[in-house]
């Protein structure tokens, strides 16, 4: 069973960069696509980025391209959401979340794996 760990959520003024990581274990984490979400109260859980097994793809909601950049380490087992130019908007609970598959799903209902969120505040 694959757990994941979230850390480096916090407060940043808007305009400031935050770096989330995800530490996996319990599993191969290189057969892993893995995946950022984010929550608000009373919203759906929305993809922000996803990453291939060994780091050669990537995708991005349209919120997050250009400011947000998904990378992983297999050797590490670890997966970072660096976010840059940060907006009040980006204020919510950040997930991590895995699969075992080949493409790259955007879906919350296609991921197996969560961990329990990083809390992102950006205030207004």
């Known amino acids: 069973q694959v757990q994941l760990v979230e850390s480096g959520g916090g407060v940043v003024q808007a305009g400031n960069s935050l770096r989330l990581s995800c530490a996996a274990s319990g599993g191969t984490f290189s057969r892993l696509v893995m995946g950022w979400f984010r929550q608000n109260p009373g919203k759906e859980r929305e993809f922000v980025a996803a990453?291939?097994?060994?780091?050669?793809?990537?995708t991005y909601t349209d919120s997050g391209q250009g400011r947000f950049t998904i990378s992983r380490d297999n050797a590490q087992n670890m997966v970072y959401l660096q976010m840059n130019s940060l907006k009040p908007e980006d204020t919510a609970v950040y997930y991590c979340a895995g699969v075992l598959r080949m493409t790259l799903p955007t879906q919350r209902t296609e991921y197996d794996y969560w961990g329990q969120g990083t809390q992102v505040t950006v205030p207004s």
């Open positions: 990453i291939s097994r060994g780091g050669g793809m990537t």
